[in-house]
Structures are given as C-alpha cells and as structure tokens.
C-alpha cells in the first residue's frame, strides 16, 4: 500500500519526466535539425498576462492560396505538409499538402515543415484559384526578456526567424532577425 507521501512523490516524479522529456525532444530539433530562414511579419510585442513576447505569421508559409495548394480536400483542422526550396536569403514554399513527403527525396537544398490548418476555403468550382489555406506551425510567439518588449517597433524593418526543422518536419524556433541583426 502505498503512502501519501509516495504518491505525491510517484506524481511529481512523472511530471517532472515528462517536462524532460518536452525539453529535450525540443532541443534535439534544435541541433539536428535544418536551419532554415524565414521572413515573418511581426504582429504583437505584449500580453499583460503573459509578459513579453512577439507573436508573428509568417510571409510566405502561413497563408496559402491557389497554385500552391496541391490536394483540394484539405480542410480546418488537417495536419499539412509545406515543402520549402533554399532561396537567398529565404526558404520559399514549393506546395502544401495532406500527404506527407518522403525525408529521402530531401536535402540541405529542400525540407518540409509540419503545420495544423486553422482556416480552410477551397473553390473546386473554379479549378482552385480562389482557394486559400491559413497554417499554424507552433513556432508563431517567441518570448523575449522581460521589460524590453515596451517600444517595439518593426514598422519598415526586414525581419526574420531562423527555425530548425526535423526530418518529420517539427519546428523550433531558434532566433529572431530585425535588419538582419540578431533580435533582441
């Protein structure tokens, strides 16, 4: 029979396992994956609750229109793949879709990045051209040091996020670029 004592012990020993386990899944993306840079378009710098923090979409991979979108039954909700192209400075999109794309076919040159639909149209009346698809990847806020988040300004500022991606097309975001300076 186990104590009171053991049981609390038992269930802080497990969530402690499982916050390990986060972190270090987390930081082995960080340094195996891809490094791979993205412009973003910065949209909130702070959350009273929360403290200090930017919260962006990215330029080219967060909405997706048309041409783009390769399979017309994606919808709200779907785990997408977008398949990106090394382009200086920036990684650009190639396509999206459902099914997931071989890590074999992929090199230093061309990865793919795992995402959650949040916002489906798709127009199978006119051939797709008036489709878009709005993605999530889990790598939109990045938490700054407390008390420098007050005056930010990216008004007329070219900015970017370095982002690691795995070959199952897991992200981690690794660093922001403001005037392609490291930020903060």
């Known amino acids: 029979m186990m104590t009171k004592t053991t ?12 916050l390990v386990i986060v972190l270090v899944y987390k930081a082995s993306i960080s340094v195996g ?58 990684w650009k999109p190639v396509q999206l879709e459902k099914k997931k794309p071989n890590p ?13 639909v949040i916002r489906s149209y798709i127009d199978k009346e006119g051939r797709g051209k008036d489709s878009s698809v709005d993605v999530r990847y889990g790598i ?14 990216f008004l007329n ?10 070959q199952d097309g897991n992200a981690v975001l690794k660093r922001l670029y403001v005037d392609n300076k490291p930020w903060p």
């Open 7 to 18: 049981k609390f012990i038992l269930a802080l020993a497990l969530q402690i396992s499982v």
């Open 33 to 90: 994956g891809t490094p791979v840079l993205l412009e973003i378009a910065p949209v909130d710098p702070r959350d009273p609750l929360r403290g200090d923090y930017v919260t962006f979409r990215y330029e080219r991979i967060s909405h997706f229109g048309g041409y783009m979108i390769k399979d017309d039954s994606i919808k709200q909700g779907d785990t997408v793949y977008v398949t990106l192209i090394k382009s200086n400075p920036y």
């Open 104 to 116: 074999k076919t992929l090199n230093n040159e061309k990865v793919f990045l795992k995402g959650k």
């Open 140 to 153: 939109e806020e990045y938490f700054i040091p407390e008390g420098t988040g007050q005056n930010i300004n």
């Open 157 to 166: 500022k070219e900015t970017a996020a370095m982002v690691a991606i795995d």
